[in-house]
T-cell receptor, first 116, second 116 residues
Framework: KQEVTQIPAALSVPEGENLVLNCSFT??????LQWFRQDPGKGLTSLLL?????REQTSGRLNASLDKSSGRSTLYIAASQPGDSATYLC???????????????FGKGTKLTVNP | KAGVTQTPRYLIKTRGQQVTLSCSPI?????VSWYQQTPGQGLQFLFE???????NKGNFPGRFSGRQFSNSRSEMNVSTLELGDSALYLC???????????????FGPGTRLTVL
């Protein structure tokens, strides 16, 4: 059974700092990995999708990497801003070996606060 | 291009009642997935519909059901509501079905269900 873990659960940094959010998964047989942002009481905003054959993706100040062999993905945020404050979730696209379901398995998220 | 829309945004029901939630995907998207989000369990996969057929199903009781119409709009139904069903219900749409490495999911704002 695929399990996704995100550490730390919460992170507070000063504005302008570069930071890395971590995501680990137990089964390397994933078909993709997606990073999302969630603001309080809102839905999820897709940030980056890394296909299983890719090693990284970049969008503006965000860079996500994927290492399937070690079961890890990182989200790098450059020059953080107060507007980046949100909960960041990673999700591994996985096939449930018991039920055969193909689905996103989510971590519990990292709550990021960027202080002005 | 309009995003994923969900109605209603908020619902209050009592135990034993039933509820129907609606999701309209991004135009052209044929896959709709449903997730339940609670503080304790995080985001959990309910089911996925693609071209009016349920492709994948998570580990939820039969009280949770869904369907998809020919225009790709989807509804989720929960019968005999329990207190533990209180949650944020999110739907996501994508061009391709689950299991594809291109399966980038875009989420709606969610429906907040409170069961009293």
């Amino acid at each position: 059974k695929q399990e996704v873990t995100q550490i730390p659960a919460a992170l507070s940094v000063p504005e302008g700092e570069n930071l890395v959010l971590n995501c680990s998964f137990t089964d390397s047989a994933i078909y993709n990995l997606q990073w999302f942002r969630q603001d309080p009481g809102k839905g999820l905003t897709s940030l980056l999708l890394i296909q299983s054959s890719q090693r990284e993706q970049t969008s503006g100040r965000l860079n996500a990497s994927l290492d399937k062999s070690s079961g890890r993905s990182t989200l790098y945020i450059a020059a953080s801003q107060p507007g980046d404050s949100a909960t960041y979730l990673c999700a591994a696209g996985a096939t449930d070996s018991q039920g055969g379901s193909e689905k996103l398995v989510f971590g519990k998220g990292t709550k990021l606060t960027v202080n002005p | 291009k309009a995003g994923v829309t969900q109605t209603p945004r908020y619902l209050i029901k009592t135990r034993g009642q039933q509820v129907t939630l609606s999701c309209s995907p991004i135009s052209g998207h044929r896959s709709v997935s449903w997730y339940q989000q609670t503080p304790g369990q995080g985001l959990q996969f309910l089911f996925e519909y693609f071209s009016e057929t349920q492709r994948n199903k998570g580990n939820f009781p039969g009280r949770f059901s869904g369907r998809q119409f020919s225009n790709s709009r989807s509804e989720m139904n929960v019968s005999t509501l329990e207190l533990g069903d209180s949650a944020l219900y999110l739907c996501a749409s994508s061009l391709s079905p689950g299991g594809s490495s291109y399966n980038e999911q875009f989420f709606g704002p969610g429906t907040r269900l409170t069961v009293l």
